[in-house]
């Protein structure tokens, strides 16, 4: 029996990237963050289908990262609508900035990602890398955003959100791994920023990617993301990394509760998931530093699903969680246009 009528994972990617020639044998992780932006990614939806089908997913919201291209992703949404549907990133801009074809500045990155999202093709942005991409200078050490650059820089592109109508995507977590300076992705590690973003524009929602829980065990960034959610009205949490636990926190607060959470795993990224019998978390996704970068397409679903399915709620709340939140916040098309699938939502 499937868990919900209809599932929705709201964070995916479809494309995967072929890094064996560019790691020339290393299974160090450090060594695939260095070059996981200068691969091309190919169109991996024949896995992400087969695990579909497999596992009563109905749609997923697929997204660019890390060299995974938007026009790859517009493809496959055109060969699938009924199953796809696409976030943009504008990639093609951060790579002139990067090669120093263009300087950098965040009215350029959000006018590109206005262009992309004009198009009609995409249904939101994400995922949320918001790093300044300028060609590095011999000799000299990289400049670091400030807190308040990051701020105006957020509000920035959620300017872009309202004007489009589309959720803003803010990210927390990190999967732990890849050697990620504190400086160089500082609004991943710092989810209570998120109150001043919300306070600022109170009508744009906001989605945590990963509320907290990315890679490990550690509850701290997900008690943070906890605490944004309570307070206010226009934030959401992303579940699919959470055990089973995680969930009871969220659903027994009376501001937040199932109305603000939206499942999405980050399929295609092949964390692994780590097992530690009779302990708490008796599993959790980490990349193991010791093991080394996986080799198979890690099935995050099958653990994340399981997570979900031991919660003992009413099927009304797990439907909101699984895919009517997504139908909401993200304008979905439901199966045959059949309306009233959800309980309905303030």
């Known amino acids: 029996m499937k868990l919900g009528r209809f599932i929705v994972d709201t964070h995916v990617h479809s494309q995967r990237h072929a890094a ?24 991996n939806s024949p896995r992400l289908l087969y695990d579909m089908e497999c596992y009563g997913v109905d749609m997923c919201i697929i997204e660019p990262a890390f060299g995974m291209t938007n026009p790859n992703n517009v493809d496959q949404v055109k060969r699938y609508p009924d199953k796809f549907a696409a976030s943009c990133w504008p990639k093609e801009y951060q790579d002139k900035c990067a090669a120093g074809e263009e300087e950098w500045t965040i009215e350029g990155f959000c006018d590109a990602l206005a262009d992309l999202l004009k198009t009609g093709n995409f249904v939101g942005i994400g995922e949320m890398v918001l790093i300044p991409m300028r060609k590095p200078k011999e000799g000299q050490p990289p400049r670091f955003q400030t807190e308040e650059e990051i701020i105006k820089n957020c509000l920035k592109v959620m300017e872009v959100c309202r004007a489009y109508k589309v959720p803003m995507r803010y990210h927390t977590g990190t999967p732990g791994g890849y050697a990620i ?33 990315e890679g490990g065990w550690w509850e701290w960034f997900y008690e943070c993301c906890l605490h944004v959610a309570a307070s206010h009205k226009n934030i959401y949490l992303e579940t699919g990394r959470w055990w089973t636990e995680l969930y009871y926190k969220a659903l027994n607060d009376p501001s937040v509760g199932a109305e603000k959470l939206l499942w999405g795993t980050d399929w295609g ?72 699938m959800f309980k309905f939502v303030d």
């Not at 160089?184 to 990617?209: C, K, R, S």
């Not at 193991?288 to 995050?300: E, T």
Request: hydrophobic share 35%; charged share 20%; net charge positive.
């Open 181 to 213: 300076a504190y400086h160089g992705a500082q609004f991943t590690y710092n989810p209570l920023w998120v109150h001043t973003l919300a306070v600022a524009m109170p009508d744009v929602p906001i989605i945590l990617e990963h509320a907290g829980i």
């Open 20 to 43: 064996g020639k560019a790691l020339k044998g290393s299974k160090d992780y450090d060594n695939l963050g260095k070059v996981m932006g200068q691969m091309e990614a190919y169109d």
């Open 269 to 340: 990224a092949s964390l692994p998931v780590y097992s530690q019998l009779n302990r708490y978390p008796p599993g959790y996704t980490r990349q193991d530093l010791k093991q080394g970068i996986p080799r198979h397409q890690v099935d995050i679903w099958g653990w994340s699903l399981k997570q979900i399915q031991r919660l003992d709620i009413n099927q009304d709340d797990m439907n909101l969680i699984l895919g009517g939140n997504a139908v909401r916040l993200y304008n979905l098309r439901t199966p045959g246009g059949l309306t009233r």
